[in-house]
C-alpha cells in the first residue's frame, strides 16, 4: 500500500505536458491534492483507495480522484455509503451528467441516476465501453454498489491502452486508419449508431487505445463485412487477456469510478440472489483518433450489398444528411 498526498503523473503528451484530469476529463486550472492509501490491484489497471472520504467532496478531493483516474483507470473506495444525494453531488463535480438513453432509472428522484437489479436484466455479461453507440459517448462512470451477493457478481476491467501498445507494429498501424460502426441492438435500438475510430487518443493523456467492443462495435467501416468480422473478433478477444485486465470483489458501499476512454468492463454472472448497483454517467468529448485511410466498403462492385453494408450505406447517408 502507498500513501500520497499529491500524485506524480507522468505524460506521454507530445512535449511531456502535465496528464491532470478536470470536470469532464479535461485539464484543470488548478490542482489540489489530499493524502490517501492507495493499493494497486494489478500490474495493468485498477486501485483500491482508502482514507478518503467522498461524501461531501470538494475540490480537493476531486482533484486527487482525477489525478489517480489517470494513472490507474479505474478506482474503488469501499465502505462510502453514499446517499443517492451524495452519489450525485460527486458525480456532478466530474463533469456533466446525462441520463442512460435506454435505461430507466427505476423511480429514483434524481434522473441522472439510473438503477440495475439483476432480478429485471442488470447484468453486464459482455465486454463493453459504455454507450459507445453515441455521438459523445461517456467519459466516466461513478457506481454506487447497493447491493451485492455474498460469492460471485465481481467486474471485470481491460485497459485498452496497454492492449494497443502490446499489438505489433503493422498491426497498429492498420487499427490507427480505421474507423468503427456502434450501434444500441442490445438494448433493442439498432437505429442508435455512431462511427468511431478504431483507436481512440486520449485528449488528457495522448495515449492510443483500441476502442472496439463485442458489445456495441458491429462493423470496421473501410473493410468488408468479412474481413470485418475477422478483425473484429481478433480484436474484441485480444483485449480480455487477462494479462490486462483486472478483477474486483465487491461488497456494499463501494464507489467505483472508471475512464470509459481507455478501459472495456465485464460483470461476471456466476451468482445467484440480488445485486443492485446505482451509476451516474459523466458525458464528454467526441472520441478522436488520427484520420481514416481508406473510403467506407460499402459493397463489391457489380455485387448485391450484404445487410452489414446495406446498414453501413444507411448510417453513411444520414451523416451525410445531417
Known amino acids: 500500500m502507498t500513501t500520497t498526498s499529491e500524485p506524480e503523473l507522468h505524460s506521454s503528451r507530445p512535449g511531456g505536458a502535465p496528464a491532470e484530469m478536470g470536470p469532464g476529463g479535461t485539464a484543470p486550472a488548478t490542482k489540489q491534492h489530499v493524502s490517501c492509501d492507495i493499493r494497486p490491484l494489478a500490474a495493468a489497471l485498477g486501485a483500491e483507495v482508502t482514507g478518503l472520504g467522498l461524501a461531501g467532496a470538494g475540490r480537493a478531493e476531486v482533484d486527487t480522484v482525477l489525478a489517480l483516474l489517470l494513472r490507474h483507470r479505474v478506482l474503488f473506495f469501499p465502505g462510502q455509503h453514499l446517499t443517492l444525494d451524495q452519489h450525485v453531488a460527486l458525480a456532478e463535480q466530474l463533469g456533466p451528467l446525462e441520463a442512460h438513453p435506454n435505461l430507466h432509472n427505476a423511480g429514483l428522484d434524481h434522473p441522472s441516476v439510473f438503477e440495475l437489479a439483476a432480478s429485471s436484466g442488470g447484468i453486464a455479461d459482455e465486454w463493453h465501453t459504455d454507450l459507445t453507440f453515441l455521438s459523445s459517448p461517456s467519459v466516466m462512470s461513478v457506481l454506487n454498489m447497493i447491493r451485492c451477493p455474498e460469492v460471485g457478481g465481481d467486474t471485470m476491467w481491460t485497459n485498452l491502452e496497454l492492449a494497443y501498445e502490446e499489438l505489433s507494429a503493422p498491426m497498429r498501424d492498420l487499427c490507427d486508419g480505421l474507423t468503427a460502426l456502434h450501434d444500441a441492438s ?18 488528457v493523456t495522448g495515449r492510443r487505445a483500441l476502442y472496439v467492443n463485442e458489445h456495441f462495435t458491429r462493423r470496421i467501416v ?29 461488497s456494499e458501499g463501494t464507489i467505483a469510478i472508471w475512464d470509459n476512454r481507455c478501459t472495456q468492463h465485464f460483470v461476471v454472472n456466476d451468482f445467484s440472489g440480488e445485486r443492485v448497483i446505482q451509476r451516474a454517467t459523466v458525458m464528454g468529448d467526441q472520441p478522436q483518433g488520427l484520420p481514416p485511410r481508406w473510403e467506407p466498403f460499402t459493397g463489391t462492385r457489380g455485387g448485391a450489398a450484404t445487410r452489414h453494408d446495406r446498414q453501413l450505406r444507411h448510417v453513411l447517408r444520414e451523416r451525410d444528411q445531417g
Open 222 to 250: 473501410e473493410l468488408s463485412a468479412p474481413e470485418s468480422d475477422a478483425l473484429l473478433g481478433f480484436l474484441t478477444g485480444w483485449v480480455t487477456q487477462p494479462r490486462f485486465t483486472v478483477r474486483y470483489r465487491w
Open 186 to 203: 442490445p438494448h433493442n435500438r439498432p437505429e442508435k449508431t455512431a462511427i468511431h475510430p478504431v483507436v481512440r487518443i486520449h485528449p
